[in-house]
T-cell receptor
Framework: EDKVVQSPLSLVVHEGDTVTLNCSYEVTNFRSLLWYKQEKKAPTFLFMLTSSGIEKKSGRLSSILDKKELFSILNITATQTGDSAVYLC??????????FGKGTSLLVTP | DTAVSQTPKYLVTQMGNDKSIKCEQNLGHDTMYWYKQDSKKFLKIMFSYNNKELIINETVPNRFSPKSPDKAHLNLHINSLELGDSAVYFCATQVTSGYNEQFFGPGTRLTVL
């Protein structure tokens, strides 16, 4: 059975800290791995990773995929209170649907 | 214009009722999905539709039936609602020519009393 495991499940940091969120997966036909940020409503897309070792960056956020060890990390540097959200990792499965992990709930305190 | 819209945003109903949630997209995407997010925020695929054809039907009860009248719409009909159906239901869309991100609607919070 396909599995996507995120850790930690929750995290509390101070503004300015750097955080690393982890996502490991076991799927039969890997196609791509996606990161989403969910605040109060719909998940919003952050990154899609298909190749190992290529870092994707957007401002203070970056992500990388290791297809040999079957994991990805999402880094957030110089965290701000607006980064508080649930971060979801998902792996694309058959029919292009996404198999989501349970998310990491991040709280950034002032 | 909202790219992926859902109606209603909130739905409160009694056990045993039948209800529908509607999803519309104006992105011209050819694949649409329904996901269920439970109280622990776990997001799980329910259905996937491509060009009006069902291509994924995860192990959801057959009380749930997706209906796609055209490429821009994917509605979710639920019969004989149960307490455990209470959740947030998200519609999502994607272009399937290549590995692209999915765009999510705002969600419909269903509460069954």
């Amino acid at each position: 059975e396909d599995k996507v495991v995120q850790s930690p499940l929750s995290l509390v940091v101070h503004e300015g800290d750097t955080v690393t969120l982890n996502c490991s997966y076991e799927v039969t036909n890997f196609r791509s791995l996606l990161w989403y940020k969910q605040e109060k409503k719909a998940p919003t897309f952050l990154f899609m990773l298909t190749s190992s070792g290529i870092e994707k960056k957007s401002g203070r956020l970056s992500s990388i995929l290791d297809k040999k060890e079957l994991f990805s990390i999402l880094n957030i540097t110089a965290t701000q209170t607006g980064d508080s959200a649930v971060y979801l990792c998902a792996v694309r499965i058959v029919g292009y649907a996404l198999n989501f992990g349970k998310g990491t709930s991040l709280l950034v305190t002032p | 214009d909202t790219a992926v819209s859902q109606t209603p945003k909130y739905l409160v109903t009694q056990m045993g009722n039948d209800k529908s949630i509607k999803c519309e997209q104006n992105l011209g995407h050819d694949t649409m999905y329904w996901y269920k997010q439970d109280s622990k925020k776990f997001l799980k695929i329910m259905f996937s539709y491509n060009n009006k054809e069902l291509i994924i039907n995860e192990t959801v009860p057959n009380r749930f039936s997706p209906k796609s009248p055209d490429k821009a719409h994917l509605n979710l009909h639920i019969n004989s609602l149960e307490l455990g159906d209470s959740a947030v239901y998200f519609c999502a869309t994607q272009v399937t020519s290549g590995y692209n991100e999915q765009f999510f609607g705002p969600g419909t919070r269903l509460t069954v009393l």
